[in-house]
T-cell receptor, first 114, second 115 residues
């Protein structure tokens, strides 16, 4: 089953509002990353939070991580129409094959209405 | 300062043909990853390569799929005898160093359609 599960699946807000997306996972992780994907494009890395960190900021982005609940949240403040995209969380962990893998959830589709 | 380059962007194949997807990593990056994305799904890891070596292919289907990253030239994901179920977007990513310590940068993907 999916390691990362985003919630909600879709979110529609007005420009200027804040958007909060959540991610839950099942196993221990080394880090958790958030990516953005515009329709038909590749993924753009937004932010990485290590397992020993609880909160991280980058511009209008704020990420929290609660390893006891195995969950993370991504907050986008003062949203803009250009923030419209799908947002994915990816957990980083060592695989059984001895290497390190990113495992992605299905994503949250964010629509910011001008 | 080019990012990860994938070509072609779109590829149409008939069932039974071969598909070859190419990925040129960012300059200076020697680690490459391939992922597959089905519609409305997240990316699924396929394979992790370093120059001339396959580090982890645990996500690759056992048959028909192969990947290489030669000393010179791009990384190639090869799908032999394609079937309709292979239709997906295939993304390549690269990193400066080993996967555990480095951010992966993604290309725009190749969208494979199998008729």
């Amino acid at each position: 089953s999916q390691q990362g599960e985003e919630d909600p699946q879709a979110l529609s807000i007005q420009e200027g509002e804040n958007a909060t997306m959540n991610c839950s996972y099942k196993t221990s992780i080394n880090n958790l990353q958030w990516y953005r994907q515009n329709s038909g494009r590749g993924l753009v890395h937004l932010i990485l939070i290590r397992s020993n960190e609880r909160e991280k900021h980058s511009g209008r982005l704020r990420v929290t991580l609660d390893t006891s609940k195995k969950s993370s949240s991504l907050l986008i403040t003062a949203s803009r129409a250009a923030d419209t995209a799908s947002y994915f969380c990816a957990t980083g962990l060592y695989s059984g094959a001895g290497s390190y893998q990113l495992t992605f959830g299905k994503g949250t589709k964010l629509s910011v209405i001008p | 300062n080019a990012g990860v380059m994938q070509n072609p962007r779109h590829l149409v194949r008939r069932r039974g043909q071969e598909a070859r997807l190419r990925c040129s990593p960012m300059k200076g990056h020697s680690h490459v990853y391939w992922y597959r994305q089905l519609p409305e799904e997240g990316l699924k890891f396929m394979v992790y390569l370093q120059k001339e070596n396959i580090i982890d292919e645990s996500g690759m289907p056992k048959e028909r799929f192969s990947a290489e990253f030669p000393k010179e030239g791009p990384s190639i994901l090869r799908i032999q005898q394609v079937v309709r179920g292979d239709s997906a977007a295939y993304f390549c990513a690269s990193s400066l160093g080993e996967a555990a310590k480095n951010i992966q940068y993604f290309g725009a993907g190749t969208r494979l359609s199998v008729l």
